[in-house]
């Protein structure tokens, strides 16, 4: 591509970004209002939520929390949505493709995008749904030497207060490469990060929640295409486009949100994997522990510090002596404990787990007797009527 082509290239790029930002004064004015105060009376909030249902005591909470998400794509760009919706404060997207039509077939991209780099679309996109959310976008990849360097630099220093990290990466990228860069960057830092994927058939997928040193990183129990070095290249099949079912991306998305809110505001259970197969409706969970031998060095160290620290006491609670549950019994119900001196009757099963259908009726000392007698004695009409009766 010549130097002109490449200038008109640039040219047709801006005067497609200038026509995104080209949204009416009004409109925008009325949605700064309607989310300018997180208040019971504005119907516009969308902070109250689960606060007015008694789930979360404090949901502000949210507007303190900054999240990077890698990957602007079919799973990506629906959590960016839905977490603007939900209010929290700083986003940061991190992405180096382009806005095709082929990504019509996802969801959040609009056709009059095509062109656009996926981050500012985004950002454009996020930033009108919700103004109040700080949007930070960075279009490069972050596997080279050189951007890696500043995608580690940017999550250490981009939390809500100058130079804090950020409180959660989520990885919403389609290669391991991507994946890889993310874990390095994590276990170096010791930052808790959300993995997620959706399958190349688009009918399953999954998201893992990733603690360095607690749970397995992406590198402890690394795919097969990642431990054979295979080229993952050579997994796709010409014209299909994987991941490409908005079902199935905003379920995934859905659930990643979802547990990204529960870690934050710290309600519910967060799953540390979690899994959804939409052939059956299938959503298996599991825990992952991390491999003493992971070729990361940073996942070996966090480790060694996770061992090192002090583990969390329970609380014991005292167990009190209660009164009555009762102070009426007016059918004199009393409750016996088994003594020496009462032992308990022996149980009527010849194994575990077996119950006799029937037990034999016990034999009194008469019948007993008369049973012993050989045949042919002499036995009384009372003998024999207490041996039918034993029978």
Known sequence: ??????????????????????????????????????VDSNPYSRLMALQRMGIVKDYERIRDKSVAIVGVGGVGSVTADMLTRCGVGKLILFDYDKVELANMNRLFFTP??????????AANTLNFINPDVEIHSHNYNITTVDSFDTFLDTIRTGGRQPGTPVDLVLSCVDNFE??????????????????????????????????????????????????????????????VCAASLPTTMGIVAGMLVQNTLKYLLNFGEVSDYLGYNALIDFFPKMSLKPNPNCD?????????????????????????????????????IELVGATEEEPLPPPTTSETGLKLAYEAPEKDDQAAAASSQPPGADVSLEDLMAQMKSI
Do not use: Y
């Not at 497609?16 to 004064?25: A, D, F, Q």
């Not at 009059?112 to 679309?121: C, I, T």
């Open 1 to 38: 591509m010549s130097a002109i082509e490449q200038l008109k290239s640039k040219l047709d790029e801006l005067k497609n970004e200038l026509e995104l930002h080209k949204t009416t004064k009004a409109s925008r004015d009325k949605i700064e209002k309607m989310s300018a105060e997180v």
């Open 296 to 332: 990361d060095r940073h996942c070996i160290r966090q480790q060694q510090e996770f061992k090192s620290r002090p583990k969390e006491e329970k609380e014991v609670v005292s167990q009190e002596a209660e009164g009555p549950v009762h102070e009426e019994n007016e059918w004199g």
């Open 178 to 239: 991507a994946r890889m860069a993310i874990n390095t960057a994590c276990n170096e830092l010791g930052l808790n990060w959300f993995e997620s994927g959706v399958s190349e058939n688009a009918v399953s997928g999954h998201i893992q929640f990733i603690r360095p040193g607690d749970t397995a990183c992406f590198a402890c129990a690394p795919p097969l295409v990642v431990a054979e070095n295979i080229d993952e290249k050579t997994l796709k099949r010409e014209g």
């Open 112 to 121: 009059d995008q095509a062109g656009l780099s996926k981050v500012a679309a």
